[in-house]
């Protein structure tokens, strides 16, 4: 532990599976580097590992981390003395391990690699069903489960890195963790000073989704420069807590103020009570401040005890899916591509019932360039090109078989203008679904390996007596309108008021939105409520949703429940992590008075 460190200087070079491969060495051109954190799981990825395990025991990591990104930079990382801190792991940390060793051993690079297991709840499964432990839905854990894993926190990361880590690698800890624990290592900070695991948590988020916080995803996109060369995000944390967020020099993206909101408020459901491992974070008094032209600071945040459970997930195969894609041009194409879809439907049931196969279970149908995802706001109805999507689900997947044939005779015997298949014939896949549910933490046992070195890593220092699972704060009270009722009102959309992003929380959806002045603060806070958020979005969902306030970005957060048609790879529609849910939201119709439009003069965020 290093307790005498001022400032830590962290590079995130990786917000998930897939992610650039410019990341990391553009971060390595910035001075005084400490630090290169990778972000690569998610509900989805974790599926996608667990089919991958599926198929052979020695995967079920992210690949791409030791085939891919670190073997051309790894002689660079380890001459500067870069610390690594990655949670490629997956489901098969260990298996990552050995990989990255084997590309170390052959660069001739004596590499200390620790890992950081006891997530995978596998082997407690069946104990954890004899418990009675349901699903957050109230339903039992799957009987047959691929993987089951603890979301832990950053405990033993930062064990690792006391011990002496060159690389960390973790399974499935939480996002912000890979910062996280560098903070509690490098200030030697306490796990009960909940302010500062905050303020660390927060550190970690900001820069969790890579470039989404330099500027990718920007309301604005206009504004941002050089998508192709964008900066990645590099946070200089200090130890009380606060940051200061940049980028490498000479790149593009942009580092806004609006855009570090965005991404603030991205997926953390009521900001009061963000639950994590290591401590329950409240970011409502949060503020971003621009102290450069390439720099904001960003401080505030408070932290309550941290629970005593851990959100677990687990996955299982639930039948088999199919995803064809036709294009249809030509006067009315909508109107074509609405009744292929109907007729492809309808024969693929006909041919199927001969056959003895029952009905598909579940079915979505899209018109891409349509806008049919936008419902009853769509405005392109007389489109003269669009993509016909159909999804379907089966229990068997020969009964998918009979519509991945049929798809092609729509070439000949149906609408003019069609073309039928994009590349070939579709893949039948197999339906990997995810459910969430709690774990007491004194039932995961972590541990650290580096080497001969084993530690144990579980989280329980704090007493559950003294440490209760937080209960989500409800959402406020409508406040008094305090816009001038005589006024004249001006027609405008709500990005003339506002930024805004949206993401994914397994079948639950969050949109954040900023208010682009006080004026417009104002007004958002008194006018736009949850009810006109349900209603604009009736089309898509099915469940309650909640509105937060979030005053020191003067900011609302929005919680849509059950509005992704199941979320992630249980999701047949094309937006199945909700990432266009803010771009419809911004171009609500709002009428409001012309003094909420102006921006005043000063006193606020620029």
Known sequence: MSTAAQRVRIGGACGFWGDSAMATPQLLQVPGLQYLVYDYLAETTMAILARARAKDPALGYATDFVQAVMPPHLRAIHERGIKVIANAGGLNPEGCRDALLQVAEKQGIALRVA???????????????????????????????????????????????????????????????????????EFGWSWQDWDLLSAGTLAGHLIECGAQATGGLFTDWQLVPDWANIGYPVIDVHADGSLVLSKPEGTGGLIHPGAVAEQILYEVGDPANYLMPDVCCDWRHVQVERTGMDTVQVSGARGLPA?????????????????????????????????????????????????????????????????????????????????????????????????????????????????????????????????????????????????D????????????????????????????????????????????????????????????????????WDWLRSQLQAEQVQAYFSHLVQGPVLRYEVPGLQALNFVLHQALGGGGVCSLRSDPLGKSFAQMLLDMPLRVPASVLTAPTSGDPP
């Open 115 to 185: 890992v950081v297991t006891g997530d995978d709840l596998m082997p407690q499964m069946n104990a954890l069903q004899t418990q009675g432990v349901r699903t957050t839905a109230d339903a039992p854990l799957p009987e047959r489960p691929l993987s089951a894993n603890a979301y832990v926190g950053a405990r033993g990361i930062a064990q690792a890195l006391a011990a002496g880590a060159d690389v960390v690698i973790t399974g499935r800890c939480v996002d912000s963790a890979v910062v996280l624990g560098a903070l509690v290592h």
């Open 307 to 451: 629970p005593t459970h851990y959100k677990a997930n687990a996955t299982w195969q639930d039948g088999y899916q199919l995803q064809l894609m036709l294009a249809i041009r030509g006067i009315d194409a909508p109107l074509k591509a609405e009744r292929t879809a109907q007729a492809l439907l309808t024969r693929s049931r006909t041919l199927m019932a001969t056959q003895g196969f029952g009905d598909d279970s579940e079915t979505c149908v899209e018109l891409l360039g349509g806008e049919s995802h936008y419902g009853p706001h769509a405005q392109a109805h007389t489109a003269r090109e669009v993509v016909l999507r159909i999804a379907v689900r089966h229990a068997q997947a020969k009964a998918l078989a009979v519509l991945q044939r049929e798809c092609a005779s729509s070439g000949t015997s149906m609408g003019p203008g069609t073309r039928s298949s994009f590349s070939g014939r579709a893949d039948i896949q197999p339906v990997i679904k995810l459910c969430s549910f709690m774990v007491l933490k004194s039932q995961v046992h972590l541990q650290m390996q580096l080497g």
């Open 453 to 520: 070195d084993v530690q144990d890593a579980s989280d329980l220092t704090v007493s559950p007596a003294a440490n209760a699972i937080a209960v989500s704060s409800t959402a406020p009270a409508t406040p008094e309108t305090t816009t001038a009722s005589d006024e004249p009102l001006h027609d405008c959309r709500l990005i003339d008021l506002a930024w805004a992003r949206s993401g994914d929380k397994g079948d639950d959806e969050n949109i954040g939105v900023i208010a682009r002045h006080a004026r417009a």
